[in-house]
């Protein structure tokens, strides 16, 4: 059984660095093919694809954001990571990692994140 | 980047109607599309991969088509449990996109 749990620091302030943490199991991100995406979606509105890292640590990021971003993992541990730097009033959202094989097959419960002064 | 534009916005139908929901992929994606439903304060759940599969545990009522760059999911006999918001997904290139969303309720 697959499962994904994001842990985060809820509320950050204007201009921090965000940190997330995708801690799953049912699979590993050794293995051939699997990937470990995230996802966010502002409250009320829509979803987002931000960045995909794959197995062979080949990672795949939204360009519309990428400067900003930085996946990871740590397959000794089953975590995934994304950072996300400069953080602004706009990157308000929830934020999902989700196991992939080709599409987004499992999500976790998410993680809201604040930012705000 | 691949635009996905779906429709409708919101949809109210009654029980046991059939409801159906469309996205129209800006460029060709050949079977590249996903449908996710997500439940009110839920994650999205994988409901339709590769335009027409059933994800495992989801309801026969629930199918995908496409023609062309148009992709349909449709619910054949609406139930309580199936209100919630779906969103289309192009997975045939970078960057990943979705579709707006549609909220469906029961009427």
């Known amino acids: 059984q697959v499962t994904l749990k994001e842990s985060g620091p809820g509320i950050l302030q204007p201009s921090q660095a965000l940190s997330l943490t995708c801690t799953f199991s049912?699979?590993?991100?050794?293995?051939?093919?699997?990937?470990v995406s995230w996802i966010r979606q502002p409250s009320g509105k829509g979803l987002e694809w931000l960045a995909t890292?794959?197995?062979?640590?080949?990672?795949y990021y939204n360009p519309s954001l990428k400067s900003r971003l930085t996946v990871s993992k740590d397959t000794s541990n089953n975590q995934a990571f994304l950072k996300i730097t400069s953080m602004d009033s706009a990157d308000t959202a929830t934020y999902y990692c989700?196991?992939?094989?080709?599409?987004?097959?499992?999500w976790g419960q998410g993680v809201m994140v604040t930012v705000s002064s | 980047d691949i635009q996905m534009t779906q429709s409708p916005a919101s949809l109210s139908a009654s029980l046991e109607e059939i409801v159906t929901i469309t996205c129209q992929a800006s460029?060709?994606?050949?079977?590249?599309l996903a449908w996710y439903q997500q439940k009110p304060g839920k994650s999205p759940q994988l409901l339709i991969y590769?335009?027409?599969s059933l994800a495992d545990g989801v309801p026969s009522r629930f199918s995908g088509s496409r023609s062309g760059t148009q992709y349909s999911l449709k619910i054949s006999r609406l139930q309580v449990e199936d209100i919630g918001s779906y969103y289309c997904?192009?997975?045939?290139?970078?960057?990943?996109?979705f579709g707006s969303g549609t909220k469906l309720e029961i009427k």
């Open positions: 049912g699979f590993s991100l050794s293995t051939y093919g699997m990937r």
């Open positions: 989700a196991w992939s094989l080709g599409y987004f097959d499992y």
């Open positions: 590769d335009a027409t």
């Open positions: 460029q060709d994606i050949g079977n590249w």
């Open positions: 997904q192009q997975a045939h290139s970078n960057p990943l996109t």
């Open positions: 890292i794959d197995w062979d640590d080949d990672k």
